[in-house]
């Protein structure tokens, strides 16, 4: 296990962890502004309360889907035998930053929310894997390649 650990480029799962929090700050930003102007309109004073019920949703549920994204670059890098790893590392990490900064899984929507981090981690690590595999990845069967004319 040691082994394993020592080959995870921590550098990588690291950076991924912290720009998916860093993402989905931007992405909440921008929704919750394009949100109010389009329901407000842009010449009107929005109400404090008219974002309220958009904030909650837009600021926790994007966050699997960034953390795939993330997780997949971090195993892309990795060596195949790791690559699952980082993605489950990524996912774990991202969990954790959430909870830390956010709130813990206490009802069972957070729980979902925190089981779909890490699940979209695993995710992302399979992807990272297979993209670095190329075309005889699991994903891509079927797929075939042009035969080599040189």
Known sequence: MTDLLSKVRWDRVLLAGVATHVANVVVAVLLIVVYTLLAVGPQREPNGGITDPLA???????????TLFAAAWAARKAEPATALLHGLLVGFLVAVIFGVLYFAPFD??????????????????LIGRADRNGPSSPLEVGKTRAPDRG
């Open 56 to 66: 909650s949703q837009v600021a926790t549920w994007p966050v699997p889907i960034l």
């Open 108 to 125: 069972l929507s957070g729980l979902l929310l925190f089981t779909l981090m890490i699940v979209a981690g695993l995710v992302g690590g």
